[in-house]
């Protein structure tokens, strides 16, 4: 261990998850001890393809990757390549990896990262909850022996983003979100001194977007020539990058990812842009400053029909159980996109 506070990410990328992953590497108050993968936007095996080529892009190859669940607990995997393209990617591409994934599958590597120094990891969740509700099934004790565990999931107190009631991470698998708010619950009543989990849903995650002007100002970051940063906010010109963005292999990967998700985002979302969900959560849970939190009790609906994976939060103690997350109600999103263009602009520009 370094002094930095160690982490592991759990992914399903995903554009936002590559961002985040991208973020985790360019943030030097973590050591980023592995990621893991999960089905959710693709399928797994996608999701360990590309966030295996993406670390090598980003020059941290030696970081562990882990393949998980290719399924969620009980219902059926859906996947959302509209959202992030054939390959989790949009319209970039990577070579493909060079190195082999992880002997452990996900869960026994959060296990074994947690049991070999307790209360020391983070782990920070930004897919379906599959993984962790399978390493907590395989150990129990995961909630005491882990620092903590933060995870992008849930709309709180805002419509959903999948059906009008649930946010994607969840509707995917809420029997896997149930399992771990579950467990954090029983463990908090055994143990107070277990931290309580920090929740960022859609309720903060939303206000993170990112527009082209800010991919511009990321490019400059990067050393780009301001003319060739500049055509990144014309639409006429964003789809071919020129000179000093194309000879960047990392800054165009996010170029091309990120004009997927700013497609996607105005079909459905109103703006050309996109929200940042995932980087912001890895941003709050290395620096809490930047989310608000109220400590609340919450449960996700498995069952059918239209509540089907809503996160249900009991805002005025009504059930008398004790909280079970700190639930992100305010978020410094200005901040983070700031700290976001800083370090991923920075990271490309010293490849
Ligand atoms: C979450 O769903 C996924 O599509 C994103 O990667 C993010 O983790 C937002 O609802
Ligand atoms: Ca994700």
Redesign the pocket.
């Known amino acids: 261990m370094t002094g930095r506070l160690p982490m592991i990410l759990d992914v ?1 990328t ?4 590559s961002l985040a992953i991208l973020y985790a590497c360019a943030s030097p108050e973590i050591e980023l001890l592995a990621v893991t993968c999960v089905a ?2 693709v399928p797994a095996g996608r999701v360990a393809d590309s966030t295996r080529s993406l670390l090598e892009l980003a020059g941290r190859g030696d970081v562990p990757v882990a393949l998980g669940a290719e399924r969620p607990l009980v219902k059926p995997l859906e996947t ?1 390549e509209e ?2 393209g054939p390959r989790g990617i949009g319209h970039a591409e990577l070579p493909a990896p060079t190195r082999a994934l992880a002997e452990q599958d996900a869960a026994d590597l959060i296990i074994d990262a947690a049991r070999r120094c307790p209360g020391a990891v983070q782990l920070v969740t ?2 379906p909850m599959t993984n962790l509700a399978l390493a907590l099934r395989r150990e129990p004790r995961l909630p005491s022996l882990l620092r903590g565990w933060t995870f ?1 999931g849930g709309a709180f107190r805002v419509p959903g ?2 059906t009008p009631t649930s ?3 969840v509707y995917v698998d809420p029997d896997a979100a149930q399992v771990c708010l579950a467990a954090w619950a029983s463990a908090l009543t055994v143990d107070s001194a277990v931290p309580l989990p920090l929740g960022m849903g ?1 309720d903060v ?1 939303e206000r993170a977007r990112i527009l082209p002007v800010d991919v511009t100002r990321l490019a400059r970051r990067a050393g780009a020539a301001d003319a060739d940063a500049d055509a990144l906010t014309d639409a006429a010109t964003r789809m071919h990058p020129r000179g000093t963005v194309r000879a960047n292999p990392l800054l165009e990967f996010i170029v091309h990812a990120l004009r997927f998700y700013f497609e996607f985002h105005a079909r459905y979302d109103g703006f050309y842009g996109a929200f940042i ?2 980087p912001f959560v890895v941003a709050g849970a290395i620096d809490r400053v930047l989310v608000e939190v109220r400590p609340l009790f919450v449960d996700v609906e498995v069952g059918s029909g239209l509540a089907h994976g809503m996160t249900i939060a009991d805002w005025r103690g009504i059930t008398g159980h004790a909280p079970n997350v700190a639930v992100a109600v305010e978020g410094d999103a200005a901040a983070f996109l700031d700290r976001l263009i800083d370090r991923i602009g920075g990271l490309a520009g010293g490849r």
């Open positions: 399903d995903g554009i936002d998850d959710g936007n959302t959202t992030h930004l897919g992008m983003n999948t946010e994607w991470n859609l995650t969900h995932d």
